[in-house]
């Protein structure tokens, strides 16, 4: 007879671990590139616009 006997409080404090961990999974999925991984990939962005900037025909002008 004991075993249908629901704690609400156990119950509430489940479903907010659950909903905590779902957020935690949907953050490391938008946010889990490391540091080397987001340096690097900046490093190449700024390799190949470099790139593209070198093989201009006429260069920029800067209106200082």
Do not use: V, Y
Not at 31 to 38: M, N, P, Y
């Amino acid at each position: 007879m004991t075993d249908n006997i629901i704690k609400f409080g156990k119950a509430k404090k489940s479903l907010a671990r659950k909903a905590k961990e779902k957020k935690a999974a949907i953050n490391r999925t938008r946010f889990g590139q490391k540091k080397s991984a987001k340096e690097l990939k900046k490093a190449l962005a700024e390799k190949l616009q470099a790139n593209l900037d070198g093989h201009k025909l006429t260069p920029e002008k800067d209106d200082d």
